[in-house]
């Protein structure tokens, strides 16, 4: 069986820092673009970053660029967001997911992935 989990959210006061992971199980992540989203109460599910299957290609939202950082380890089977310098706007539920993938780049179109994890808390509040 497919799956995603995601870890390491929580409470944080702006400024401060998270890193969440995406570990996968049940298949091999090293054919699967991967992708993080988030989704704040009362708003849209938005792309935040995503990651090409060997991790040469990288994309994110403007709103992260330059404090979020995506990485991967497919030794590992496993993702990462280091999410730095924490804003209370980057309060939100944020879920990994997996396409697989024969592309050098990857998108952040949600209805490009087919495998999505339940979700971490990240709140950013004093």
């Known amino acids: 069986q497919l799956q995603l989990v995601e870890s390491g959210g929580g409470l944080v006061q702006p400024g401060g820092f998270l890193r969440l992971s995406c570990a996968a199980s049940?298949?091999?992540?090293?054919?699967?673009?991967i992708a993080w989203f988030r989704q704040a109460p009362g708003k849209e599910r938005e792309g935040v970053s995503c990651?090409?299957?060997?991790?040469?290609?990288?994309n994110y939202a403007s709103s992260v660029k330059g404090r979020f950082t995506i990485s991967r380890d497919n030794a590992k089977n496993t993702v990462y967001l280091q999410m730095n310098r924490l804003k209370p706007e980057d309060t939100a539920v944020y879920y990994c997911a997996a396409h697989q993938s024969y592309s050098a780049m990857c998108a952040m179109e949600d209805y490009d992935y087919d495998y999505w994890g339940q979700g971490t808390q990240v709140t950013v509040s004093s």
């Open positions: 049940g298949f091999a992540l090293d054919i699967y673009a």
């Open positions: 990651i090409s299957t060997t991790g040469g290609s990288t």
